[in-house]
C-alpha cells in the first residue's frame, strides 16, 4: 500500500486493511454501504471531510491515519470488514488498471485580458473557481453573490481587479448593481448561483421551495442576461454560459422543482441563441454532473429522495469545482467561437450511462 496522508483519495483509503474498516463500519452505522462512496472515489479523503456537512467528522481524518500506521483499528470504533470493490473502483474486463493519471489545471494567461465578466455565486464553490480562472487568465470580474463575507474573502485572495457586488440575483435593481459595477460593458457572464429542491416528486412539492428554485435557478439568470445584452449586442459581442445540471438532461437526477428549473433554464438558453445568432452573441449552458462543492440540500422528500437514490449509484465519479470551470471558461472565452446554443455535459460521462 503507498502512505496514506489526507490528501490520498478515497479509494486507497479503503484499500487498507485497518482504515478501510473503519469507513465502512461509520458507513454501516449510518445504514450505508461503501457503494454510497463510489462517485467519490478519485476525492482526497480531507475534501470528502470538508464537504459531507458533518457527516463525515473532521476527527474521522486523524482516526484514520492512526488505523492506517499502526494497522489495528482503534477500540471502541464501529468496524465492517472488506466488502465487493464499490461499483467506480474497479475498472471493467479489458480496461487498464492503471491510476488515472491527476488533472492538472493549466492557466492561459492573458486569455481574459480587457475583459469584464461577470460571474454569480462566486463566493464558493463553481462560481468562485471560475471568477478565480478568469482572473489569474487576466480577466476583471464582478463577483455577484449573497454573502458578502465570502466575496471579501474572494476579493482579498484575488485582488483588486475583482469587483464584489453583494446582491440578491432575483431582485429588480440587482442586475442594475451589476452592470453599474462593470461600468457598462460586460465582455461575458456567467450564471453561476443556483439553489437544490428537496429531491421532492410532484405530490411533495412545497410552495415555498417550488418559489425559491424557480426564482434563483430560473428568474434570476434571466434578468441578467436581459441586462446585458443589449450592451453586447452594441458592442458586436459577448459570450454568456449558464450553469444547467445533469438534471436538465434526465428526469432521474434531482426532484421536479430542481429539475424543471434547470430543463426551463435549456429553454432559455436555446432560445437566446438562436435570437442571436449571427450578432457575435454566444449563448451556450455547462451541464455539471456531481461537484465536489457542499452545496446545501434541504431535507430529503421521503418518496423522491428514495426513487432518485436509485440512479445515482450511476454517478462515475465527482468533479472538483476547478474541473468544473475549465469546462466553463472556455465557453466564456473568445476560443469558444463558432459555439451557440450548445449544452455541454461536463459530468465524466454521467449522461451517456
Do not use: C
Not at 485497518?18 to 467519490?40: H, I, T, Y
Not at 454517478?315 to 472556455?330: K, N, R
Amino acid at each position: 500500500m503507498p502512505n496514506l496522508s489526507p490528501a490520498s483519495p478515497l479509494r486507497d483509503w479503503l484499500a487498507d486493511p485497518a482504515a478501510g474498516q473503519v469507513l465502512r463500519g461509520m458507513l454501516a452505522s449510518q445504514g450505508q454501504s461503501e457503494q454510497a462512496l463510489a462517485p467519490a472515489l478519485g476525492l482526497p479523503l480531507e475534501q470528502l471531510v470538508a464537504m459531507s456537512g458533518g457527516k463525515f467528522p473532521r476527527e474521522l481524518v486523524d482516526t484514520l491515519v492512526t488505523a492506517a500506521e499502526t494497522g489495528r483499528v482503534p477500540e471502541g470504533l464501529p468496524t465492517a470488514p472488506p466488502a465487493g470493490a464499490a461499483p467506480a473502483a474497479e475498472p471493467a474486463s479489458g480496461v487498464g488498471t492503471g491510476t488515472p493519471e491527476p488533472w492538472t489545471e493549466q492557466v492561459t494567461p492573458g486569455r481574459f485580458d480587457g475583459q469584464t465578466v461577470v460571474v454569480t455565486g462566486a463566493a464558493s464553490g463553481i462560481g468562485r473557481a471560475v471568477a478565480s480562472r478568469v482572473r489569474r487568465e487576466g480577466g476583471r470580474v464582478i463577483a455577484v453573490d449573497v454573502s458578502a463575507d465570502g466575496l471579501a474573502a474572494l476579493a482579498a485572495d484575488l485582488g483588486e481587479a475583482v469587483v464584489p457586488v453583494t446582491a440578491d440575483i432575483t431582485a429588480p435593481e440587482a442586475a442594475d448593481a451589476v452592470l453599474a459595477a462593470a461600468g457598462g460593458r460586460v465582455d461575458a457572464l456567467a450564471n453561476v448561483a443556483g439553489v437544490m429542491d428537496d429531491d421532492a416528486a410532484v405530490h411533495e412539492v412545497d410552495d415555498a421551495v417550488w418559489e425559491r428554485v424557480m426564482r434563483i435557478n430560473v428568474e434570476g439568470p434571466m434578468r441578467l442576461m436581459r441586462a446585458v445584452v443589449p450592451g453586447m449586442l452594441a458592442a458586436g459581442g459577448g459570450r454568456i454560459v449558464n450553469i444547467v445540471s445533469e438534471a436538465a438532461l434526465r428526469g432521474s437526477a434531482a426532484g421536479a422543482t430542481y429539475t424543471t428549473s434547470k430543463h426551463a433554464l435549456v429553454g432559455l438558453t436555446r432560445s437566446s441563441a438562436y435570437q442571436y445568432a449571427g450578432t457575435g452573441v454566444q449563448v451556450n449552458a455547462v451541464a455539471p454532473g456531481a461537484v465536489a462543492t457542499g452545496i446545501q440540500v434541504p431535507g430529503a422528500a421521503p418518496y423522491g429522495s428514495s426513487r432518485t437514490a436509485r440512479m445515482r449509484v450511476a454517478i462515475p465519479g465527482l468533479a472538483t469545482a476547478e474541473e468544473l470551470a475549465a469546462s466553463i471558461t472556455f465557453l466564456l472565452s473568445r476560443d469558444s467561437v463558432n459555439i451557440n446554443g450548445a449544452i455541454l455535459p461536463s459530468d465524466g460521462g454521467w449522461s451517456v450511462a
